[in-house]
């Protein structure tokens, strides 16, 4: 024989396939995708749009719990209502005294504090004095308010005209009234310089100020508000029906305790203190609540690059069904083609991770800036966007690749030609 005679027991070996290492994976997959510029652009601007919208809405949601946060501590955290308790007859009770606003300015820790009460005027009816009424716009009823100087500053009251009255009003009983914007516009008055007055019966009343706004107490914009002084006078007012506090920040739980003291030292349960809630309980619910709520927007924002990841990864892989099926019969493995398709997937979602994330940045600084906000982000967001967008790259890239790795090289090639 010349040929070589094989050895008994001697087994064959079959040529191996070539192989595919990292390198080449890696070219082969930015190969596809740079195959298709315009496609890939596009899918990544979804991307894009979903992380940046994510790194946005967590930023902006942070930084605007800080601002609400604070308004809240500047304006609800520093409100407190002082008025009789249901033992001391409710709102008919007689138990906070007439100087309650200087008794509660004594105590550390109040900003301001004024009373407040209703006015029985005994069914009399508003009308304003006829040469400033061209219009005859009649009587109206209005609701009558009796205030100590104080209140204003409490409720943080804003004039439109004129002024508020003082302590001096008060003590002397004159007849002045201050009205609130809507009570004005019910009786035709828009301003002071002509010494305007209104009938409270007939009894006449000069009107001193015009509240614009104010922050607490909104009953009083459709009021006529005297000094209390007058209506202890005039119209029989026993006491104050309510105290209206304003603290500094963190001092409601003193003031709430030393308040009912300070104004019935005799029997403190007599007043009842309507305090906000602890501020740092509700600064957590706001900053959860919007938190949640961006979070949604952001995520769903995400779920569409996600599908667009999806479908154009599964469209390239019906569209090269040949050349998967070439590179089958060459030899590659269904995890050689499997594992490409993953990494252009993966490649896509990082690079609108990366782009989105620092897109998502500059849109918190320059809303932040426009506000004059103090920017506020958590730093893991900046940084943790692109690997979620790689994440949600390689899980949205997934059925595609499995389902180009099932592909029979024969099958393929048919379906290709």
């Keep these: ?16 396939g070539p192989r595919m ?19 890939v652009a596009l899918t990544v601007l979804g991307t894009v749009i979903g992380v940046g919208a994510l790194v946005a809405t967590l930023g902006l949601s942070k930084t605007a719990g800080s601002q609400i946060v604070g308004h809240f501590d500047a304006l609800s955290a520093t409100d407190i209502v002082i008025s009789p308790s249901v033992r001391a007859g409710g709102a008919r009770g007689t138990v906070l005294p007439w100087d309650a606003e200087a008794r509660l300015q004594r105590l550390n820790g109040v900003v301001a504090a004024g009373t407040l009460a209703d006015v029985d005027v005994r069914g009399d009816l508003v009308r304003s ?3 400033n009424d061209p219009l005859a716009a009649g009587a109206t009823q209005l609701p009558m308010k009796a205030a100590s100087p104080g209140i204003f500053r409490a409720v943080h009251a804003q004039l439109s005209a004129g002024r508020f009255f003082d302590a001096g009003h008060s003590r002397r009983g004159d007849r002045v009234v201050v009205l609130g914007a809507n009570a004005a516009r019910r009786v035709g008055i ?10 409270i019966g007939d009894r006449l009343y000069v009107v001193i100020g015009l509240l614009a706004a104010v922050r607490r107490q909104p009953t009083l914009l459709g009021a006529v508000i005297m000094p209390e002084g007058t209506a202890r006078r005039e119209f029989g007012l026993a006491a104050p029906a309510l105290a209206q506090v304003e603290t500094r920040i963190g001092a409601v739980d003193l003031i709430a305790r030393q308040a009912p003291v300070a104004l019935s030292p005799a029997d403190p349960k007599l007043l009842k203190v309507a305090a906000p809630p602890d501020p740092r309980e509700l600064r957590g619910e706001v900053k959860n609540d919007l938190n949640a709520l961006f979070l949604l927007l952001g995520g769903v924002s995400l779920l569409v690059g996600a599908i667009g990841i999806a479908n154009v990864t599964l469209v390239s892989v019906l569209e090269r069904v040949g050349e998967i099926g070439l590179r089958r019969a060459l030899g590659a493995g269904r995890q050689h083609v499997a594992g490409q398709f993953l990494l252009e997937s993966t490649a896509m979602g990082l690079a609108g991770g990366v782009i989105g994330a620092s897109a998502g940045t500059l849109v918190i600084v320059a809303v932040s800036a426009a506000n004059t906000w103090t920017p506020v982000l958590d730093p893991w967001v ?28 024969v099958d393929a090639l048919r379906a290709g030609t």
């Design 1 to 16: 024989m010349t040929a070589r005679s094989r050895r008994p027991g001697a087994r064959s070996r079959r040529p191996a």
């Design 21 to 39: 290492g990292a390198r080449d994976l890696v070219s082969e997959a930015f190969a596809g995708l740079l195959a298709r510029p315009a496609r």
């Design 129 to 131: 004095v006829p040469i």
């Design 190 to 199: 828009s301003r002071v310089d002509d010494q305007p007055a209104i009938f």
């Design 382 to 409: 900046p940084l943790g966007a692109p690997l979620l967008g790689a994440l949600i790259g390689l899980l949205s890239g997934t059925y595609p690749a499995l389902r180009a790795a099932a592909l029979e090289p």
